[in-house]
């Protein structure tokens, strides 16, 4: 892990309001797990502190983000050009850790997909991927990005199944090999919603959380997630996440 | 090379610039980009007696130019910071000032009690400021009489150095650092975040309510160190806005024996290390041959009516 210097290479749309930024480090970083992150320093002098990314991609030097447009630093970030350098902090965190001779189950909900695409790229195990979109201009999202064919819901119904992913996984999961994990990136009422289809069963769920950052190094404890440890509850998402079991985080 | 070690209450250091409290975490968690032997000395993070959870989440906020941060003072307790973080900053040989607070005047009191002399504790360093929590040091560190008692009471339960880090959010900063001399304290911090909040004018909820901290409190805290170094005959520590080497020499200059570095590090990990070597490199090329040369130079020359 390191503070590496990178050149952007390419910024653009992939559908509206999302973005894949590939960086060109100068030098390379660290060995790269998946659900690992980068703070990226955006190239603003409207922001001032970095700002965490999943790692979407690492291969041959180069470095790429997927993020939505949510806010003033992913705004700038949308905005700089190739050519521009930055500073890249990684790879930081805990990523996934997959359990051999279990069937992998991966759900991603919106950009949730940024964090889980290289862990399904890298998976060797049997797999299954559900994607919960909005709508179908969402789903775009990984048209080229992801070669399976993943069971796709969209809210509005104009893709795949009408409903959220998680319905459209308890529709099925009973029918999928066990014993079987789950992997996880979504906005949070999905993660409640696995709490409760994945209960009864108590299959092993990992997921990847997302919370304000300041350091990214686990030096200012500003990123906490409350888990069931009594003695210790607030566990810092940069240093002892990004993942966490689902059954130790509070629900 | 220009000579950057110094003497602070009586021990050794081999530079002038700290972190702030709460901005290293316990010392590990940066050691994959830098040792913590790179730090004239470490302040830890604010330890409590007993171990203490903090503020539920979200904790953080940005503005332009600062960070609002609601902690809330997280951290494992003094008996565990002995045992399992202390080890590496013996390994290191780096000096400590061990930051710390309480809810009551008999907390601060029974958590300087519990910390034992070692050679590595250059002081101990009394949270009179944090905003974060209700009934904790904001009360103490915003009148002198309750600084006076605070400092009395905790330099009558231990022989180590104390520190007191002072609050900017005062009438007369000056008086309250006075009063912590007055009282015994070995030396004073300027200055803490100053307390703020933040609109989410989205859902019109405040949200978040902490302690600002970032470039803007430099200038604030440049002032503070000048006025109160130029009449309290203790040492100051400067603390507050350092972004890099001009920043930190600029509050040696004013009067700062030594200064302490915070949300820079966040923007930039390297930011400490940067910093020495770039204060090393300014007096290497003006011909200085030693930091102490240039602590409260300013001085002289300031009016500060």
């Known amino acids: 892990m390191d503070d590496i210097e990178g050149t952007i290479v390419r910024n653009e749309p992939v559908i509206p309001g999302h973005f894949r930024v590939s960086i060109r480090l100068a030098r390379p970083m660290g060995r790269v797990r998946p659900g690992q992150f980068v703070m990226l320093r955006i190239p603003s002098s409207e922001v001032f502190l970095r700002r965490p990314f999943s790692i979407y991609n690492y291969e041959r030097g180069v470095l790429s983000l997927l993020y939505k447009v949510a806010g003033r630093g992913t705004a700038a970030l949308a905005n700089a050009r190739a050519k521009v350098r930055v500073m890249v902090l990684g790879p930081l965190g805990n990523g996934f850790t997959v359990l051999a ?8 909900g919106g950009i949730g997909i940024a964090g889980v695409n290289l862990l399904w790229s890298k998976l060797r ?3 299954s991927l559900f994607w919960g979109c909005t709508d179908s201009a969402e789903a775009g999202l990984v048209d080229d990005l992801i070669s399976c064919e993943p069971y796709v819901s969209t809210i509005d119904g104009s893709l795949g199944c009408k409903g959220n992913v998680v319905e459209l996984l308890g529709e099925h999961i009973s029918v999928l090999k066990r014993p079987a994990q789950v992997f996880a990136c979504g906005p949070e009422p999905m993660l409640s919603s696995l709490r409760a289809l994945l209960g009864d069963e108590r299959i092993p769920c990992q997921v990847l959380v997302e919370e304000r950052m300041a350091c990214g190094l686990g030096i200012c404890f500003g990123c906490v997630r409350k888990t069931l440890d009594e003695a210790e509850p607030y566990k810092r998402v940069c240093k002892e996440g990004p993942v966490f079991d689902l059954w130790q985080i509070s629900p | 090379m220009a000579d950057l070690s110094l003497s602070l209450f009586g021990k050794r250091l081999k530079n002038p610039v700290m972190n702030a409290s709460g901005t290293l975490g316990y010392g590990s968690e940066i050691e994959p980009l830098w040792t913590v032997d790179t730090l004239g000395a470490y302040v830890s993070k604010g330890l409590s007696l007993l171990p203490h959870h903090g503020n539920p989440p979200p904790r953080l906020w940005e503005e332009p130019s600062a960070l609002i941060n609601s902690v809330g003072l997280q951290n494992v307790g003094v008996e565990r910071f002995f045992k399992e973080k202390f080890p ?3 390994e290191r040989n780096t000096p400590v000032i061990i930051n710390f607070f309480g809810f009551t005047e008999e907390d601060y009191v029974r958590c300087a ?5 070692n050679r590595l504790i250059l002081a101990l360093e009394i949270n009179l400021s944090c905003p974060n929590i209700k009934e904790g040091g904001i009360c103490f560190g915003k009148e002198a009489q309750g600084v006076f008692r605070i400092v009395k009471k905790v330099k009558e339960a231990t022989p180590l150095p104390i520190v007191a880090k002072l609050t900017p959010e005062v009438t007369d900063i000056v008086a ?14 300027v200055l803490n975040t100053f307390p703020a909040a933040a609109m989410d004018i989205e859902n019109r909820v405040v949200a978040l309510r902490g302690g600002l901290s970032g470039p803007f409190l430099k200038p604030m805290a440049l002032r503070a160190i000048a006025d109160i170094s130029r009449r309290i005959p203790i040492p100051v520590i400067g603390t507050g806005g350092i972004m890099d080497h001009r920043d930190a020499l600029s509050f040696l200059m004013a009067g700062a024996a030594a200064v302490q570095v915070g949300t820079a590090t966040f923007v930039d990990p390297y930011a400490i290390p940067k910093i020495i070597k770039g204060m090393g490199a300014f007096l290497e090329a003006r011909g200085i041959p030693r930091i102490d040369q240039i602590i409260g130079i300013a001085r002289a020359q300031d009016s500060d009516i």
């Not at chain 1, 001779?101 to 991603?108: C, K, L």
């Open chain 1, 101 to 108: 001779g279990h069937e992998a189950i991966v759900v991603a």
């Open chain 1, 125 to 127: 195990e049997r797999k």
């Open chain 2, 88 to 90: 590496l900053f013996e």
């Open chain 2, 113 to 117: 009690e519990s910390i034992g002399a």
């Open chain 2, 176 to 189: 309250i650092a006075a009063a912590a001399f007055e009282a015994g304290a070995d030396g004073i911090n």
